[in-house]
């Protein structure tokens, strides 16, 4: 986990340097390795026509100059999935339980979309376990995800 955790701060971090180069303000993800944008809307709610073309435009120089950390590439092979076995075990050993893995080869046979994913066992649907979006965050710092399938925390806007 913190060869992921160093390879998505590094990926991060340049990916940031690059936006602020088109005057974009760019914020990391929760425990997916991933950047977005802020402040892009208007006072309408809407992406202006300009802003989009900077966004666009940064968008294809920030992602042809830097590389998606290895262990984010789409590939569903034996090391991805081993990834996703050391991730179930990092959560785990936080306290938490998850279920058991799918078999390698049910894994590697499923969708991207749909691939067996911890957080996704863990605090999806009905029965998922109960957590702050702040105990949730602080777990995925813990533990990121490493890919190749990732479980989203969308922001609320509030605190927890």
């Known amino acids: 986990m913190a060869q992921v955790r160093?390879?998505?701060e590094e990926f991060q971090s340049a990916m940031i340097a690059c936006y602020a180069e088109f005057g974009l303000e760019g914020v990391r993800s929760i425990g997916g390795g991933t950047v977005g944008m802020v402040n892009l809307a208007d006072e309408t709610g809407q992406v202006p026509a300009g802003v989009q073309a900077r966004v666009d435009?940064?968008?294809a120089e920030c992602n042809a100059r830097v590389s998606l950390p290895e262990h984010q590439l789409w590939a569903f092979d034996a090391a991805a999935y081993q990834r996703v076995i050391?991730?179930?075990?990092c959560i785990?050993?936080?306290g938490f339980e998850v279920p058991e893995a799918p078999s390698e080869e049910?894994?590697?046979?499923s969708e991207p979309v749909s691939a067996w994913n911890p957080y996704e066992a863990m605090l999806g649907g009905v029965g998922g376990?109960?957590?702050t979006q702040d105990e949730v965050a602080a777990l995925m710092t813990a533990c990121p995800q490493p890919g190749p399938s990732f479980w989203v925390l969308a922001p609320t806007g509030d605190d927890g």
């Open 92 to 94: 785990v050993a936080h």
């Open 6 to 8: 160093q390879s998505d």
């Open 129 to 131: 376990a109960s957590m």
């Open 86 to 89: 050391q991730l179930r075990e």
């Open 106 to 109: 049910a894994w590697k046979d």
């Open 57 to 59: 435009a940064a968008a």
